[in-house]
């Protein structure tokens, strides 16, 4: 790994550090929360989409 | 006809075939079927007409365990027993009531509702009820239930010129039996007090226990003591599976529509579980009271407010010199597990004028009915929130697993248990004909007899039971 970061260029590195944040765009999309699940909140029996 | 007292009652020189101890919903009720037979009846009542303070006082007892209410204020020594502060609701054990469930030990009954159901119509022309609608299920696991509130039949004061015009019916004030003695087959006699002092003994052929849900016991107990077992020969839970009703507030609720449910003429509406969700989740049965915000317009919406943003609602109350309470108020009354250890015992240090031990309940409530105060207001509240119906708010005494509080109802004044039905005689006294095991002549009326307590309040299923035994005991008297 030591040996492949010596042989890149350090413009090359700076191109990746600053594209690093764009690959969250291929991160796969949060779970889907359900509105209708039913949670307890200090005593309230709620639907999930009540705390929306 | 009516006596005062026993020694009116001797001249007449009347020839009862059967005896009946007590003049409440379930005595009344046998001695009318009885009498209307053309059955000659004893009915020995240990108070006079009226309320008196030295008639309750044999009543006085005492509990251990869990907070109940005084033993002589719980209920009442006087003809018409304890109808006499009765509320008037009505409705009958569920049929699921009847069953047994694996997840609750000696639960079930040897008869099923089916076997009360031809009463019913009896019942509804003695209590002054209209018919009942069937339950409506709200989801799966909750039902709209109905519980009728009516007129509060004071027995004594409904029946009094009937049973004083009656030829087949003696009813005897002031008198009761401090003792049955038997000899392990039969009862052979009563020891009887009379206006404040002993009146020798008494027989009959047929003798029927109403004295009560808490006073059955202490009478066959006391009994049974003194004949050497000879009033109850399969003694094994006499004065056990003793049960209440117990009552709390549970919580809150916000309600979407306050029409969705038809409410009572006090603004209530009643709930409870599908025998599949308390399969689900192992728990008793239980009846949740909706009590619909009383408050009209503003005083609603700051209601409402109140579950939410109590501070500002609080404030808004106080400008309208008002003190307005949370949205919907849920009351929650539960099926008590049946358990040998909540029973009734003789005192070993207090009696009463007469020389009867009084009583000693030890009473205490469980963990499974812990579990089913908590999961049926979840079961109710996530009823609520999934057809959109309302929110629920459980107190935090619920959630977090706080003490019961002393300051509340508590329970129902429901005496139900310590004679119960069964088929084995080391888990019951009475069988399904509610004849004492082994004695030939002896039966226990009222809710005494109960194998279990379902959520509803019982003098309903009380009177069903005492016209299924009158009729039975008419068949049997007249062989």
Redesign the interface.
């Known amino acids: 790994m030591s040996r492949f970061i010596r042989k890149m260029s350090r413009r090359a590195i700076m191109q990746a550090l600053i594209t690093l944040p764009a690959l969250s765009l291929f991160r796969s999309q949060q779970p889907v929360v359900d509105p209708?699940e039913?949670v307890?909140i200090?005593?309230?029996?709620?639907?999930r989409s009540?705390l929306a | 006809m009516i006596f005062d007292s026993y020694e009116a009652y001797k001249q007449t020189g009347f020839k009862p075939k059967a005896c009946i101890l007590g003049s409440g919903p379930a005595g009344m009720t046998i001695a009318r079927k009885l009498g209307t037979a053309g059955i000659p009846i004893v009915v020995l009542e240990a108070g006079s007409r009226e309320f008196s303070e030295e008639s309750q006082d044999f009543y006085r007892g005492k509990t251990v365990g869990d907070f109940y209410f005084d033993l002589d204020i719980t209920r009442l020594r006087f003809m018409g027993g304890s109808s006499n502060h009765w509320a008037g609701w009505c409705r009958v054990l569920d049929k699921q009531d009847f069953e047994p469930k694996a997840w609750a030990p000696d639960t079930g009954w040897p008869i099923s509702r089916a076997d009360i159901e031809p009463y019913l119509g009896e019942v509804h022309d003695i209590l002054e009820l209209p018919a009942f609608r069937p339950d409506v299920p709200v989801s799966d696991d909750i039902r709209w239930v109905q519980l009728i509130k009516s007129p509060a039949v004071r027995f004594g004061e409904k029946y009094a010129d009937e049973l004083d015009k009656s030829k087949n019916i003696a009813v005897v004030l002031n008198t009761y039996a401090t003792e049955l003695t038997g000899d392990g087959k039969r009862i052979t006699g009563a020891k009887l007090w009379s206006n404040g002092q002993d009146a020798g003994t008494f027989s009959a052929d047929y003798f029927v226990a109403c004295t009560g849900g808490l006073e059955n016991s202490r009478l066959l107990l006391w009994s049974n003591e003194r004949s050497n077992g000879g009033v109850v020969p399969n003694a094994a839970a006499l004065g056990r599976y003793w049960m209440e009703h117990p009552t709390f507030e549970g919580?809150n609720a916000v309600l979407a529509n306050y029409s969705e449910f038809e409410v009572d003429g006090s603004n209530e509406a009643f709930f409870s579980p599908t025998l599949a969700a308390m399969e689900r989740l192992q728990i008793m049965n239980f009846g949740i009271r909706l009590i619909e915000s009383p408050y009209p317009n503003v005083k609603k919406l700051i209601a409402d407010l109140a579950c939410t943003a109590p501070n500002m609602a609080e404030w808004m109350s106080f400008q309208l010199d008002q003190r307005l309470r949370c949205a919907a108020q849920l009351y929650v009354a539960w099926e008590q597990a049946p358990l040998a250890s909540n029973r009734i015992e003789l005192s070993k240090t207090d009696v009463d004028h007469a020389g009867v031990p009084r009583i000693e309940l030890r009473w205490k409530k469980s963990p499974l009915e812990r579990r089913t105060l908590l999961e049926g207001l979840?079961l109710f509240?996530?009823t609520?929130?999934?057809k959109?119906l309302g929110?629920?708010?459980?107190?935090?005494w619920i959630?977090n697993g706080g003490d019961y509080p002393t300051n509340e109802e508590t329970a129902g004044h429901h005496h139900m248990g310590g004679t119960r039905m069964g088929t084995d005689v080391l888990k019951s006294v009475v069988d399904a004909n509610c004849k004492v095991h082994g004695m030939d002549n002896f039966y226990v009326g009222g809710s005494s007899v109960f194998c279990t307590s379902g959520q509803c309040n019982p003098t309903t299923t009380i009177t069903a039971l005492a016209c299924r035994l009158g009729e039975h005991l008419g068949k049997v008297i007249a062989v």
């Open positions: 209708d039913i307890e200090n005593g309230w029996i709620l639907r009540d | 919580g979840r509240g996530t609520m929130a999934q959109n929110r629920v708010r459980i107190d935090d959630s």
